[in-house]
């Protein structure tokens, strides 16, 4: 799929309107997503919910096969989530999906 279709399929997700990602890049090995900041995503103290990063996570990964693989459907099977550090306020978060079917995702302030 090209950006134009990934763009589409993300902004007519039934999520869409919850959480509002943008597509920031796709790569061969990589999507990137941002996280536009939303009050409701928030916890107390203006630090993003552990919730809002792991579907993100999921949805840099649906993109990413979707780019890679075409439109076939891809679902989450399984998703491990360690949180290494403690949330951070955000104005923007950008998850990355490194190597579709083998993954690391990294959250990074824009």
Known sequence: MNREELERT??????ADIYGFVLVSIEDDSC???IPFRPVLERPGGIIAGPVCMVAADVSMWLAIKARYGDESPLT???VTHF???GRPFGCVVPRQNRPGGTTVDFRRC
Not at 10 to 15: D, I, S
């Open 10 to 15: 993300l902004a007519t997700a039934p999520f």
């Open 32 to 34: 990137t997503l941002r």
């Open 77 to 79: 099977s399984s998703m």
């Open 84 to 86: 290494v550090g403690r």
